[in-house]
């Protein structure tokens, strides 16, 4: 239970607010834009907030099972526009009702909100790197727009009981453990994708 509880002191949290800011919920379709740890449980949150359809974008064959294992209805490999279009096509042509952007880059936000559906939303907790909003696009789109750093403490109790409960297991986003003098190490495994997750041990 240790990585689940610690998960949820950061990155649950993240995905959590990402799910609750695009207003994910029941009878809606929600696409994620990120498959490190924080897009992977804004798939968990959406789920436990009752999502319909839940669309992964991801292009890593480990990350999109556990997607699907945390409940992702479907996963989508294609990136910015192809990856645009095929989410408008799983979703009657309209885009979802609400993304989750968890990268922070410009063709990542670019993509979520190509990707949401006139009067959707777009809940973003990706850390921003030199992203410029188009303002006649979100306009004329009607997309709302809600992200930045996650309340974390706003969630925390509902989420710990979530935890206790075992009705959620977000540990799982942890894949490696190393000791706490390599963290060096950890966070180069984690730029090259090749862990989701690493916990540091002393």
């Given amino acids: 239970m240790i990585p689940s509880l610690l998960a949820a002191s950061d990155v649950l949290g993240t995905g959590w607010f990402a799910a609750v800011a695009a207003e994910a919920g029941p009878g809606k379709s929600v696409a994620v834009v990120g498959d490190g740890a924080v897009g992977l449980l804004g798939i968990l949150a959406a789920q436990q907030l009752g999502a319909e359809q839940i669309i992964a974008m991801s292009r890593h064959p480990a990350r999109q099972q556990l997607a699907r294992e945390f409940g992702a209805t479907h996963v989508v490999a294609e990136r910015g526009d192809d990856g645009v279009a095929k989410i408008k096509e799983l979703t009657d042509g309209l885009g979802a009702h609400s993304v989750i952007e968890a990268v922070g880059t410009q063709e990542a936000m670019m993509q ?37 750093p996650a309340p974390v403490r706003r969630f925390l109790p509902e989420l710990i009981e979530l935890i206790w409960d075992r009705k959620i297991d977000p540990g799982r986003v942890f894949d490696r453990t190393l000791p706490l003098d390599q963290a060096a190490q950890a966070y180069d495994l984690m730029d090259k994708r090749e862990a989701i997750k690493v916990i540091l041990q002393p």
């Fill in 112 to 148: 979520g909100i190509r990707a949401t559906r006139p009067g959707g939303h777009v809940g973003y907790v990706g850390v921003s790197h030199d992203v410029e909003l188009p303002g006649g696009e979100l306009f004329f789109g009607l997309v709302h727009l809600h992200g930045g």
